[in-house]
């Protein structure tokens, strides 16, 4: 048998040394990968991998790129030598069949149709009133009846209810009913006998259970039938185990059709049953060589009906489930994935493998045999006109499309088991003796990656295969352990495979890259990593906890290409209050316009704390804060955030508080941004300001303090664009202060300082107590922040303040008494003035960074009235940068500094910069 083993997708037989995008270095050096630049390794012909989900009648051996599977070498006919005959096939899902309502809906549509139709039927599902489905609730009878725990009794008496009473709905008091209810009974005592004998023996086989388990689809099928006869259907039942002829895969995860030996049966059936219209098929159930009952595995009614397609040569399969088709993602996970209108049947494959459980994997092989067009449709949205698959026409649409990338699925729950060793590099054969012995325990194989330095070789397995896997490479490689040639063969647990599928991905270069990007801004650390040689998809292994995360950042990264940003606004004052109306106001158009999704997830104030998964109305988000909040606790709003499954989350600081400036670097950790007008981090103590710069440097995590200087004034974007730029910041001066600015452009009208320090006071430009402002401890932090940004590591402490408040009221207890006292010190301040005056020069209380010379400083400062800074009005401030590059003329910025309005504007444009360094267009 020629083995072309596709693991994970994973074309092995193609890839001689076929390297991924991986391997040719576009992924960024700081992702942390177990397997950095790990591709996806060849095994020779021989060395037989497991094909458990090979498609057995499909195997490349083209070195060349298969557009699409009809590349493939092996005697498939061709479209035009198929001939299809007028059945179709319509399967529905459990979904569609776990009410009497259900069923007769769904029989009432097979009814109307006019063409001979096959219909497979799965067994009942689940649905709002009972959420359980008929075959979890008779493995799970199985179960216990083999743990010999009597409830299994309780179970077979809820099956027989259930089915009588869906009887009863369905048929009335009519010979159908009691002919169904005999039918059920018999099987029920049949059931009964064969649950206790397992019980008595403590154990059940698989034949047991095979046979058991697909009572749930011949019970489903027997109602449809019987409803459809009893409407005068020309119809026919058609038990699949008289039928189909499976053999099991080796490790018997999936079967493979004995295509032979079922058509002859089909056609035996059909000399017995003759021509009907309609004939109703049993999903999920087949025999095997043997004669003896079984199954086609979890959800194998939808390969049932591709198989039955196949044999029939049908036109057309419809898979009525309960969504509009294949999504983007799982639409429970990723709420914004789209319905997909076409995918060809490699992507449908792949997406099924991956995880994708609105189709069985191995369903579309049959249908791509036989070039039938399947249609998943949604059995409760009929206008929907679903997701078609087939081939007709993708390689057009995929080079027309700018669609890379089709769909996102994740395998959850696996392991990753890594064989590492010195010992390893340039031995042939290492990787054909790991696969070989895990082939051999059974164990199949999920995705395989190995270091391009073939230091290691690592594969990720089901969780339960962990354990195996490990001890039988431990015995395998035990010689090679004792001599040191092999250092570790490690399980490492609770991981999870993502995967991306699209056969767009063939013409694209840099997939990989942005998928790897995405993941990297949502802060996911990935394993390890695998690209098919196929480019059909390209799979990583990551933390089981990033699942859902990882599968929104890709996912709105790819397809949607909006950036979603989940924000928690701590503060919720004038800046907080104001930023939130700026967000309301804005938030559709960033959407429409530029694919930003701003969502606010969470407020906090020092008290209380909002939290709203799903956003944060922000009509009514004082009332809800108001009524709805709970006690706030940093940590937890933390944690909150760093757990909301949209990817992208930030905090933004709106407080003049220590206590959100410390949970900055924690929250980082969490792979939070942190967006702040507060300076109390910038400006704090070194050590905490260098750790924050560290994690955000390391950690693709942002911190955007940009309102900090100058509120929404581009001081902070301005300072770091020159130095990145390799320019030299000589001197930044200014007037940092809309008090102070607003104080001294006033002093000079006439009126005594004190009296200009009232008129501040009472316009709401000063602090409550006006010392806040007229001491220079604000200017200093902003020199601070200033000087650190120019590479001038200072603490506040270094940077000397003259401050404005005397020394006699410094200690004074009120504000009140303050500003009492203050016209005392007038004739102090005016003699400044005047002898200022006299030069031709005017006052201007400034801070000061002295970079050539390492020092910062906040003071009084005499300007000669034609400078730039004598020319201010009102409250604006003014920063001069002398650089190396504006030395004669210093760049100047000017404009309002201060106020809620433009401060929260600073703050919202720094949440854009984010959005902007998270892939938002720009
Ligand atoms: P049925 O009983 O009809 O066979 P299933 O529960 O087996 O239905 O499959 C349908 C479910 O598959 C959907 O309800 C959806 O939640 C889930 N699903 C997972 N991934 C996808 C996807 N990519 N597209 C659509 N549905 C998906
Ligand atoms: N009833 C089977 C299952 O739940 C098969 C199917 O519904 O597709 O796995
Ligand atoms: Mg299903």
Not at 401 to 428: C, H, N, Q, R, Y
Not at 505 to 510: D, F, P
Not at 768 to 791: F, W
Request: include cysteine.
């Amino acid at each position: 048998m020629l083995v072309s083993s596709v693991v994970g997708g994973v074309n092995l037989s193609q890839c001689k040394s076929k390297k991924s995008l991986l391997h040719q270095g576009v992924v960024s050096n700081s992702i942390p990968l177990l397997a950095r630049n790990g591709y996806t390794k060849c095994v020779k012909k021989s060395q037989k991998v497991s094909d458990s989900i090979r498609p057995s009648s499909f195997v490349f051996t083209s070195k060349q790129q298969p557009k699409n599977l009809k590349a493939a070498t092996e005697v498939i006919p061709t479209s035009t030598q198929i001939v299809h005959t007028e059945w179709r096939i319509n399967k529905f899902g459990g979904t569609c069949m776990s009410t009497a309502d259900r069923i007769r809906a769904a029989a009432e549509l097979m009814l109307k149709e006019k063409g001979p139709n096959c219909v497979v039927l799965s067994a009942m599902g689940s649905h709002p009133t009972s959420r359980v489905k008929v075959t979890d609730l008779i493995l799970n009878m199985i179960k216990k009846a083999s743990l010999q725990d009597a409830n299994f009794l309780i179970n077979l008496a809820e099956l027989q209810e259930k089915h009588v009473d869906t009887a009863k709905q369905l048929l009335g008091p009519t010979p159908e009913l009691t002919k169904f209810v005999s039918l059920l009974m018999d099987d029920i005592s049949n059931l009964k006998a064969m649950l206790q004998a397992m019980s008595i023996a403590g154990m059940s086989n698989e034949s047991f259970s095979d046979f058991v388990v697909g009572h749930g689809e011949l019970w489903s099928a027997r109602l449809f039938y019987l409803l459809c006869k009893q409407q005068g259907a020309d119809v026919a039942f058609m038990d699949t185990r008289d039928v189909l002829v499976v053999t099991p895969t080796s490790d018997g995860t999936s079967v493979d059709l004995n295509e032979e030996v079922s058509k002859k049966k089909l056609q035996e059936w059909t000399e017995l049953n003759g021509k009907r219209k309609l004939i109703v098929a049993t999903g999920f159930i087949a025999k095997n060589t043997l004669g003896q009952a079984t199954t086609l595995r979890r959800n194998g009614s939808d390969f049932s009906a591709t198989i039955l397609g196949a044999l029939f040569r049908s036109q057309h399969i419809t898979i009525w489930t309960d969504v509009d088709g294949v999504f983007s993602a799982d639409p429970r996970k990723v709420p914004e994935a789209v319905c997909l209108p076409s995918l060809t049947y490699h992507e449908a494959w792949e997406l099924s493998y991956f995880g994708a459980n609105v189709l069985h994997p191995r369903t579309t092989l049959p249908a791509m045999k036989y070039q039938i067009p399947i249609t998943i449709r949604n059995f409760f949205n009929q206008e929907a006109p679903g997701t078609r698959v087939s081939d007709v026409g993708s390689d057009a649409d995929y080079y027309r499309s700018k669609v890379t990338v089709k769909g996102f699925a994740t395998i959850d729950d696996v392991t990753l088991i890594s064989v590492e060793g010195t010992g390893m590099v340039g031995v042939p054969g290492i990787a054909s003796s790991i696969f070989s012995a895990v082939r051999d325990a059974g164990v199949n194989v999920i995705m395989i990656s190995q270091a391009s330095s073939e230091q290691s070789i690592c594969f990720a397995v089901n969780k339960h295969d962990g354990d195996v896997a490990v001890q039988v490479l431990e015995e395998k490689f035990a010689s090679s352990i004792a001599a040191g040639r092999v250092s570790a063969i490690e399980a490492i647990r609770h991981c999870c495979v993502l995967a991306a599928v699209g056969q767009g991905m063939v013409a694209h270069k840099g997939v990989a890259a942005t998928m790897m990007s995405a993941l990297a801004k949502a802060n996911v650390n990935i394993k390890a990593i695998a690209q098919g040689s196929s480019e059909y998809n390209i799979t990583v292994l990551i933390d089981q906890a990033d699942s859902e995360r990882s599968l929104q950042a890709v996912h709105s990264r790819f397809y949607l290409s909006d950036v979603p940003i989940g924000v928690g606004i701590v503060g919720p004052g004038l800046i907080g209050g104001t930023l939130i109306r700026q967000l309301k106001e804005q938030r559709e158009q960033l959407k429409r316009e530029f694919n930003i999704d701003l969502r606010l997830l969470g407020i906090a104030s020092s008290k209380k704390m909002l939290l709203c998964e799903t956003g944060v109305n922000l009509d009514t988000w004082k009332e809800d804060f108001e009524t709805n909040s709970v006690p706030c606790d940093l940590e937890k709003f933390g944690e909150y955030l760093a757990n909301h499954y949209i990817p992208n989350r930030a905090i933004v600081d709106c407080t003049a508080s220590d206590a959100p400036a410390q949970k900055y670097a924690s929250w980082m950790e969490k792979g939070i941004h942190i967006v702040t007008p507060n300076k109390k981090m910038g400006s704090g103590p070194l050590d905490q300001y260098r750790a924050v710069r560290k994690l955000q440097r390391e950690g693709y995590i942002h911190f955007f303090y940009e309102g900090t200087v100058g509120a929404g004034l581009p001081v902070l974007g301005t300072l770091k664009h020159l130095v990145e730029t390799g320019d030299k910041i000589i001197k930044v001066e200014g007037i940092l202060s809309g008090t102070l600015s607003y104080i001294f452009n006033t002093f000079g009208d006439g009126r005594p300082f004190s009296e200009i320090v009232k008129d501040a006071k009472a316009k709401g430009y000063t602090e409550p107590d006006p010392r806040d402002d007229l001491n220079g401890t604000d200017v200093a932090r902003k020199v601070c922040i200033l000087a650190r940004e120019s590479g001038l590591m200072l603490e506040l402490n270094d940077v000397p303040v003259q401050s404005l408040v005397p020394e006699p009221l410094r200690a004074v207890a009120s504000a009140d008494e303050y500003m009492k006292r203050i016209p005392d010190f007038d004739a102090e301040m005016d003699k400044k003035l005047k002898e200022a005056d006299a030069a031709g020069e005017c006052l201007r209380f400034v801070g000061v960074v002295d970079v050539s010379n390492g020092k910062g400083s906040v003071e009084l400062r005499r300007y000669p009235k034609s400078h730039p800074f004598a020319q201010l009005q009102g409250s604006d401030n003014i920063l001069s940068f002398t650089t190396q590059r504006y030395f004669k003329q210093p760049l100047i910025i000017r404009g309002p500094g201060a106020g809620a309005d433009v401060t929260a504007a600073g703050v919202f444009s720094d949440l854009l910069r984010l959005a902007a360094y998270l892939g938002a267009p720009s």
